[in-house]
């Protein structure tokens, strides 16, 4: 009976790979624990090892292939003593090549939104259309490769910004996000730290006290929650107990929230917890470009910035400027889609939701404004009340938590600012109020899902 | 004051008790205690009386409601700090926990500022806006005056980071308690310390009650200077009422931290006469126990012995010293009790940068 071997996943998040090179033949003899052959993902390269005994009868997919989908048949195993042709020609060939990831949507709504004249509008709402100038060259890239550019820019700029944290120098970071660092900057400024969130948060607010600008990496924020005494008792007051005197420039960054799979203790969105604290700024970028745009001025900024990544969002591909020093404001959302009849607020990986449900409603005759909150504090309320005086309906969209979540507090500001001009109630489209389940079925209900989302602009324009 | 106190430091330095610090054995303070000369026995005399009348009138002041909250006295304890510093050079860092008035005179930080900032005050050296336990001065290099019991390990070990990466030489003195040793994070700051070779002295102020539970109580290894054996850091322990003793012991200390060699632990076997804070009434040891304390081995008391018996003061000299410093404490007290509270705008301010 001939077996065939599929492309392994490496990771939760891995949808497809490159098939870097065999290191068995046609031909040869294997055994369970052989390795057959490399592979590579954006993250990491891996051995692909064999699980049954037999004979390689055939190599369906061959070396330097790129983008070979998860589970996608990559050779053929015959059995002890079995024909190799009988067993090749059962063997089903793959559709080869995965697509390349989605495309992602435009980086940003080109004009300027015109707010109508109503009497209690913000006075000035923040243009985003205006961050890049006209006629700007734009290169795609990840979201992994914009964040590493931007801390090795600024590591080029400023001899007082370095990088530490668990495997971010010889490993190349855990999630590939600090490639290269150690090659170009060195072991002084990119420096592996034991497995002890709680001591090199300390450590890396210490040296901010003195002046210097670490970037914390933590493997994910989950971790951060051993650390997080340091982040608000220390990091975050200082500035305040100080009378002004001693504050920390430091930048903790790293994953945030739900990954695949992973379970109840690495998949919590820690948004709504860091921008509960005075003395912190929170950022959540959602595109390459934000992401790059916001971590320089996250680590030339003075204070303490929360910088939340996204695994899944890590490999997806946006335009960035190719400008010489592109940043971009803390504190200033950006309206990612002009709509007028309601108004989306979500940020971070929520974004992906919001933007397939537009497009969706599109269809069916609802326009959408998208607001990419991009930093949750301090929150542009301008931007949203502005947006929400436009449309008079609003469904805020987030993976954390429903009870004092990010959605619970835009609410809260609108019905302060903007109770007037409601239409409807603001509906909140959260991650459901429990832990993360394992299975594939309950961790799927238990984030929101673009049909949530549909379905609640639906409630507030009452369709 | 404090200035004179560390010049004075220097100029004197005893070459006595000079001894190789055993790499992994901690091991007791050398039998031979150094000697100082007249002048470092009046800096250390004038330093530590300073800081014992001003926990005093800190007393007295609390006890009037003039200052609120936690108020953690550090009488007893005070030739341990007073030591230290005068082991120090200018730049040297200094960071503690809540214990920290005498930390903040020592290193010369302005009484009043200090007496404002108890009471809450706009003149206060965080703007009143920090209390007790929070107050720094970049000034003085003092890093604070942390609440959470074993923060400053971590927070002091960064500093000692930082000068390491700037190769500038200095060295940061981070002091914490018998508590606060039994913290993860400090296990957690040794281990990097000593991987890579951070110039910290960590000084672990043992003075025998985690607030009311004695060392035996709540530590598996009483012998704090043993604490870093697993991670290869050398530590001895010190007569810590002894200025003396902690001064040579500090000089040892300071000097392997700052050629490169990385961390180095000193136990300070102290005593707090008071109770844990303000609040405290200490019944979980005996009247006995601190009257003994007090009358064998107050660390003020042995050296204005000194000043008598061998550098044959008088005690109208003496009289005066007292008197400087008791104008020194009142004027602070007084500048602390009048200021203004900080005007409400402040409420919002310092936040952010």
Redesign the interface.
């Known amino acids: 009976m001939a077996i065939d071997i599929l492309m392994p996943a490496l990771s939760p998040t891995m949808e497809q790979g490159k098939l870097a090179k065999w290191l068995k033949k046609e031909g040869d003899k294997v055994k369970p624990g052989d390795v057959l052959a490399e592979i590579e993902t954006d993250k990491a390269t891996m051995e692909v090892e064999a699980v049954d005994e037999g004979v390689l009868a055939k190599i369906l997919v061959g070396d330097g292939t790129d983008n070979v989908a998860v589970n996608t048949p990559i050779a053929v195993l015959a059995g002890e003593g079995e024909d190799l042709a009988s067993a090749v020609a059962s063997a089903k060939m793959p559709d080869l090549v995965a697509p390349p990831a989605a495309a992602p949507a435009p980086v940003s709504a080109p004009a300027p939104a015109t707010v109508p004249a109503a009497p209690a509008a913000p006075a000035a709402v923040y243009d985003a259309g205006l961050e890049v100038p006209a006629g700007t060259e734009m290169v795609n890239m990840t979201v992994r490769e914009a964040l590493r550019d931007a801390m090795a820019e600024e590591m080029r700029r400023d001899g007082d910004v370095f990088v530490m944290g668990e495997e971010v120098a010889e490993y190349q970071g855990a999630y590939k996000v600090t490639q290269g660092l150690l090659q170009e900057f060195g072991a002084r400024r990119v420096i592996d730290t034991p497995i002890t969130e709680h001591g090199f948060a300390g450590v890396g607010v210490g040296a901010a006290f003195t002046g210097l600008r670490p970037i914390v990496e933590f493997m994910t924020f989950n971790f951060a929650m051993q650390a997080i005494d340091q982040i608000i008792n220390s990091a975050a007051k200082t500035l305040y107990m100080s009378g002004g005197q001693l504050g920390a420039p430091i930048v903790f960054r790293g994953p945030n929230g739900a990954a695949a799979r992973v379970a109840a203790q690495h998949s919590q969105d820690y948004a709504a917890w860091y921008s509960a604290i005075p003395g912190l700024k929170v950022v959540v970028p959602y595109s390459a470009a934000d992401a790059k745009g916001l971590l320089k001025s996250a680590i030339r900024d003075p204070n303490p910035v929360i910088f939340l990544e996204n695994e899944i969002l890590y490999g997806h591909s946006f335009p960035v400027p190719v400008m010489d020093d592109f940043t971009l404001p803390i504190g200033k959302a950006r309206v990612h889609r002009q709509g007028k009849d309601v108004t989306i607020v979500s940020f971070g990986i929520g974004m992906t939701y919001a933007i397939k449900a537009a497009e969706a409603l599109e269809k069916e005759g609802i326009d959408v404004e998208i607001i990419d909150l991009r930093t949750i504090r301090p929150m542009d309320t301008d931007t949203v009340v502005a947006s929400v005086m436009k449309t008079g309906r609003c469904v805020t969209v987030e993976e954390g938590y429903p009870q004092s979540g990010v959605g619970a507090e835009i609410a809260a500001r609108i019905m302060e600012k903007a109770f007037d001009y409601l239409d409807a109630p603001v509906i909140r489209v959260t991650g459901k109020d429990v832990p993360m389940p394992y299975a594939a079925n309950l961790e799927k209900l238990a984030l929101p899902n673009v049909d949530e989302v549909v379905q609640a602009v639906k409630a507030v324009t009452y369709r | 004051m404090a200035v004179a106190a560390r010049k004075a430091g220097r100029a004197g330095s005893s070459a006595a008790g000079k001894s190789t610090p055993n790499k992994t054995l901690a091991r007791k303070a050398a039998p031979n205690t150094p000697q100082f000369d007249k002048a470092q026995d009046l800096a250390a005399y004038h330093e530590m009386l300073l800081i014992r009348r001003f926990e005093e009138k800190s007393g007295q002041m609390y006890g009037m409601g003039l200052i609120g909250g936690f108020c953690h006295l550090y009488i007893g304890q005070e030739a341990v700090v007073v030591g230290m510093q005068m082991a120090t050079k200018e730049g040297d ?1 200094l ?1 503690t926990g809540y214990r920290d008035h005498g930390h903040m005179l020592a290193s010369g930080m302005d009484a009043k500022g200090v007496m404002a900032e108890l009471t809450g005050r706009r003149g ?7 209390g007790s336990m ?5 000034e003085k290099h003092f ?6 019991v074993g ?1 400053q ?11 390491r ?2 190769n500038n030489g200095n060295v940061c003195l981070t002091y914490f308690g018998d508590g606060a040793a039994n913290q ?2 400090v296990y ?2 040794f ?2 310390a000593e ?1 890579w070779k951070l110039p910290v002295v960590y000084v672990i102020e043992n003075n025998r009650y985690a607030m009311g539970t004695a060392v035996n109580r709540a530590s598996a290894q009483t012998d704090f200077s043993k604490r870093g054996v697993s991670f290869n850091i050398p530590g001895e322990q010190v007569d810590g009422m002894d200025v003396r003793a902690v001064y040579a012991a500090g000089q040892r200390a300071m000097e392997h931290a700052r050629s490169g060699k990385g961390p180095y632990i000193l136990e300070m076997q102290t005593y707090r006469y008071r109770g844990h804070s303000m609040s405290d009434p200490a019944k979980y040891r005996t009247k006995d126990e601190v009257t003994r304390m007090r009358e064998e081995h107050d660390p003020i008391e042995q050296v204005r012995r000194r000043l008598l018996e061998s550098w044959k003061l008088s005690e109208d000299e003496l009289k005066v010293i007292d008197g400087k410093v008791r104008e020194i404490v009142n004027e602070a007290a007084e500048f602390a009790t009048h200021d203004p509270e900080p005007d409400p705008s402040e409420l919002y ?5």
């Open positions: 860092q960071i206060g050296l965080s703007k009143g806006k920090g929070h107050m720094f001065s970049k890093y604070g005056g942390h609440g959470i923060a390990v971590s927070l002091g070990t960064g500093i000692a980071f930082a000068n990466y700037r993860g994070q957690e700051s281990n990097m991987l301010t310092d936040i952010l940068l």
